[in-house]
């Protein structure tokens, strides 16, 4: 049964293609982090090997795999700051509507035990060939005053960029952000100038959606936030330059809810 979900699972992650005429042979692109874990170096022996959790809990790797994670649960050993020690990865699909890949990442510290330094939560998380990880803020902020599938769109020559992802790098023993630049500073402060000059759409109670206006704005401030400093005021600033709807205060106060969220939940 274990096989044929982790299969299953493997085949929904195949990228999706149009259907070709017959004699047009194509062949699906499958999930760099799929094939990152699938190709990659297994534990010899799973039983034999420790792992010391963020809880300071000791697991055997068979039984961490066996207890705490799905039937998706995969692992790999993989040196990801080239300094000539393999970190041990543990890959993980939690299951349920519109969600959510966990990367958790073990630093070797004796032969046969590893210790817990970081952990990613997030609806869709790739690991890059040269062993970075691009982590989407969508998964966090998919029901920002609107239905998670509803996303802002705007078919004009002059629309907003999607900004929604992050790159993390691990080195000696941390995962951090990759610093922003000048292009994305400018891309982040023009998309929201963009957004900020659509008209307000008014929200009659809790429960109605928006036509996602206000989850691209979140989306770009998480990014922005992360990206450069992680500085809440300096994140303010910016949302207070470009939100000058009449919610201001009631989105911000629930922009910074879900970013606490995404704190609780990643170690970067």
């Not at 044929?4 to 699972?9: A, P, R």
């Not at 799905?70 to 349920?96: N, P, Q």
């Not at 599938?149 to 960029?161: G, I, M, V």
């Amino acid at each position: 049964m274990k096989k044929f979900l982790s299969l299953l699972f493997v085949a929904s992650r195949l990228t999706a293609f149009a259907q070709e005429p017959a004699d047009t042979a194509i062949v699906p692109e499958t999930d760099p982090t799929i094939l990152f874990f699938q190709q990659g170096e297994k534990v010899i022996d799973p039983a034999k090997t420790l792992l010391v959790t963020k809880a300071r809990k000791t697991f055997s790797l068979k039984k961490f795999t066996e207890t705490e994670l799905s039937d998706y649960a995969d692992h790999v050993l993989a040196d990801l700051d080239d300094d000539g020690k393999k970190e041990l990865l543990l890959y993980d699909f939690t299951g349920g509507a519109h969600c959510c890949d966990e990367v958790y990442i073990f630093k070797n510290t004796v032969p046969g035990k590893y210790q817990h330094v970081a952990k990613l939560f997030a609806g869709n998380t790739i690991i890059t060939a040269d062993k970075q990880f691009v982590f989407n803020f969508y998964e966090h902020f998919g029901y920002f005053f609107t239905c998670f599938a509803c996303a802002y769109t705007d078919t004009t020559d002059e629309a907003p960029l999607e900004v929604r992802s992050i790159h993390l790098k691990y080195t000696k023993g941390k995962l951090s952000v990759v610093k922003g630049d000048q292009e994305l500073r400018s891309a982040i402060n023009d998309n929201l100038g963009k957004l900020g000059e659509q008209p307000y759409e008014v929200l009659e109670d809790e429960i109605s959606f928006d036509n996602g206006l206000r989850k691209e704005v979140a989306l770009n401030l998480a990014v922005f936030y992360y990206s450069f400093g992680k500085s809440l005021p300096a994140t303010k600033q910016l949302f207070d330059k470009y939100y000058k709807f009449p919610d201001a205060r009631k989105v911000w106060a629930a922009f910074v809810k879900n970013l606490q969220e995404v704190r609780t939940n990643n170690d970067f």
